[in-house]
């Protein structure tokens, strides 16, 4: 059964003003006003470059990538208090054991959505180009099982 108490107005009781950037894209201003509107975030605390080169780059040929990972798992330890939000996109692999992870040390898991759009424009009478246009709506909260 999923733990249904998660809707952003009862966030309040946790709600901290910081949030962890583990994703490989750069926040919008957008979505820095969303999360500061929503979640009252103040602070955005991004991984350091040389562990966002690690998370940017995640070997697809590794069959176990948790020793690829250990040193952002020691970063988010070692930065992380409990209650800080944390932003969680990129390989799936690497998403389900940081998620993981953040449930385990208290830290608030999110992810963010978007609304898709797709435009074709002509180039040439037989070649089309589509651009995709992703627009940030909101930034949802992982949910986790509840146990028993």
């Known amino acids: 059964m999923l733990n249904k108490g998660l809707v952003f107005p009862m966030w309040g009781s946790y709600m901290t003003n910081r949030m962890l950037l583990l994703f490989s ?28 080169n690690a998370w940017n780059n995640i070997p697809p040929t590794l069959p176990s990538i948790t020793n690829h990972l250990e040193p952002i798992i020691a970063w988010v330890h070692n930065t992380a208090e409990k209650r800080d939000f944390i932003l969680i996109q990129g390989d799936f692999g690497a998403v389900y054991i940081m998620v993981t992870f953040a449930f385990s040390i208290g830290v608030i898991p999110v992810y963010a959505t978007t609304e898709k759009k797709a435009a074709e424009i002509s180039m040439s009478a037989n070649t089309v180009k589509t651009e995709r246009i992703f627009e940030h709506k909101i930034f949802r909260r992982y949910e986790q099982e509840e146990k028993g």
Not at 32 to 47: C, M, R, W
């Open 25 to 52: 894209h750069t926040l919008t201003e957008h979505q820095k006003k969303d999360a500061h509107d929503t979640l009252g975030i103040t602070e955005f605390t991004p991984l350091p470059h040389h562990l966002q």
